[in-house]
């Protein structure tokens, strides 16, 4: 019914910029809301942006104005533009649903800002 699977992730400077992107195999993709979160070593997994279906956004504070979540219903796929990167964002990032009341989960994907 739903499945996510993540990519795009890597290890980029301080200041670059990443886009990952979440791929969903199932049929409902446009009816339902997403979001990026990330799990850093040692830190609880935090929301890092959410999109709904009819595209209204919301952002964590530390991302706001550097990262955009997007979503393409045409190719079953939610975007996380990430800019001006730092060192704090490094953590593994997970695609995320929910869809009669059952979360879904990508394997993740890492990001590592380092010089």
């Known amino acids: 019914q739903v499945q996510l699977v993540e990519s795009g992730g890597g290890l980029v400077q301080p200041g670059g910029s990443l886009r990952l992107s979440c791929a969903d195999s199932g049929s409902r993709f446009s009816t339902l809301a997403m979001g990026w979160y990330r799990q850093a070593p040692g830190k609880r997994r935090e929301q890092v942006a959410t999109?709904?279906?009819?595209?209204?956004?919301n952002y964590a504070d530390s991302v706001k104005g550097r990262f955009t979540i997007s979503r393409d219903n045409a190719k079953n796929t939610v975007y996380l533009q990430m800019n001006n990167l730092k060192p704090e964002d490094t953590a593994v990032y997970y695609c995320h649903t929910q869809y009669v009341w059952r979360d879904y989960w990508g394997q993740g994907t890492q990001v590592t800002v380092s010089s």
């Open positions: 999109i709904t279906s009819d595209s209204r956004t």
